[in-house]
T-cell receptor, first 110, second 117 residues
Framework: DAKTTQPPSMDCAEGRAANLPCNHS???????VYWYRQIHSQGPQYIIH???NNETNEMASLIITEDRKSSTLILPHATLRDTAVYYC???????????FGKGTMLLVSP | EAGVAQSPRYKIIEKRQSVAFWCNPI?????LYWYQQILGQGPKLLIQ????????DSQLPKDRFSAERLKGVDSTLKIQPAKLEDSAVYLC???????????????FGPGTRLTVL
């Protein structure tokens, strides 16, 4: 699976949009971009995934650049409960293993 | 819908002792995973089961770790004997299937925090 690069930490004010970047410059054509998050003392939680089109669900939006070498996870109105470690993972289609990096620690403050 | 259940939530043991963790996946999920998460790092896959067969155990330290999923439902992970470096959170996850779908979301349990003294 391709490697990903994420900033170790980010801050966001409550109510503002949180934009979490991920670089995956070696991604191959059959690899999807997945985002999971892990709130303190809990297991990781799936957020969203995409191949090349932008995706949106009730939790977040995923913007993938046209060359697919980077992506951004957007939490449109961050709340204190969004404070967590966010993991960007690229994974071959049809392959179930997840390889986690260190992720980005997002701190949402009042 | 009930989530992935794990027990115990916390365990403290002395080095060289043995310990076992239990996981009950979401009903109907064929694939079960055990991960190890050391403080400050992301989870690392130890073993993956498809029903009661092992799909991937390449990162399982087989000299001390063992896992089974006898009836294709719940699973146990055992460490014998434990070392100091085994202190970590052990996460269990499950998913509907394995290959063939990009929508194979993994659902994680709350984990078991192991401290080896």
């Amino acid at each position: 699976d391709a490697k990903t690069t994420q900033p170790p930490s980010m801050d966001c004010a409550e109510g503002r949009a949180a934009n979490l970047p991920c670089n995956h410059s070696t991604i191959s054509g059959n690899e999807y971009v997945y985002w999971y998050r892990q709130i303190h003392s809990q297991g990781p939680q799936y957020i969203i995934h995409g191949l090349k089109n932008n995706e949106t669900n009730e939790m977040a939006s995923l913007i993938i650049t046209e060359d697919r070498k980077s992506s951004t996870l957007i939490l449109p109105h961050a709340t204190l409960r969004d404070t967590a470690v966010y993991y960007c993972i690229v994974r071959v289609a049809g392959y179930s293993t997840l390889t986690f990096g260190k992720g980005t620690m997002l701190l949402v403050s009042p | 819908e009930a989530g992935v259940a794990q027990s115990p939530r916390y365990k403290i043991i002395e080095k060289r002792q043995s310990v076992a963790f239990w996981c009950n996946p979401i009903s109907g999920h064929a694939t079960l995973y055990w991960y190890q998460q050391i403080l400050g790092q992301g989870p690392k896959l130890l073993i993956q089961f498809q029903n009661n067969g092992v799909v991937d155990d390449s990162q399982l330290p087989k000299d001390r770790f063992s896992a089974e999923r006898l009836k294709g439902v719940d699973s146990t992970l055992k460490i014998q004997p434990a070392k100091l470096e085994d202190s970590a959170v052990y996460l269990c996850a499950s998913s509907l299937g394995t290959s063939g779908s990009s929508y194979n979301e993994q659902f994680f349990g709350p984990g078991t925090r192991l401290t080896v003294l």
